[in-house]
């Protein structure tokens, strides 16, 4: 059975780092595209960072560009998401996704993981 486990998530102030991981497994996750979702209580889940099957295309949310970084090793069937200059604002769950191609909305993705909680003191 296909599966998404996501780590890395925890309590940091505001300013620190986090580095999300995406495990895959039970198939490979290597033709598909890869995304990082967040929801935050009481709001709709949106899509913070994307990247293609290769590797070779990337999608930020302009509200985390160049803050954050999404990769891939295809060899671990794994998906990484950094987080640098975390804000208060970025205070939510954090869900690993897998999709055909990048898509903006949550309905594009065939695969979701449980997600993992992320919370910026301030």
């Known amino acids: 059975q296909a599966q998404l486990v996501e780590s890395g998530g925890g309590l940091v102030q505001a300013g620190g780092s986090l580095r999300l991981s995406c495990a895959a497994s039970?198939?490979?996750?290597?033709?598909?595209?890869m995304a990082w979702f967040r929801q935050a209580p009481g709001k709709e889940r949106e899509l913070v960072a994307a990247?293609?099957?290769?590797?070779?295309?990337?999608y930020y949310a302009e509200i985390v560009k160049g803050r954050f970084t999404i990769s891939r090793d295809n060899a671990k069937n794994t998906v990484y998401l950094q987080m640098n200059s975390l804000k208060p604002e970025d205070t939510a769950v954090y869900y690993c996704?897998?999709?055909?191609?990048?898509?903006?909305?949550?309905?594009?993705?065939?695969?979701w993981g449980q997600g993992t909680q992320v919370t910026v003191s301030s």
């Open positions: 990247i293609s099957w290769s590797g070779g295309s990337t």
């Open positions: 996704a897998a999709g055909v191609v990048i898509m903006a909305t949550p309905g594009g993705y065939d695969y």
């Open positions: 039970g198939r490979t996750f290597n033709s598909y595209a």
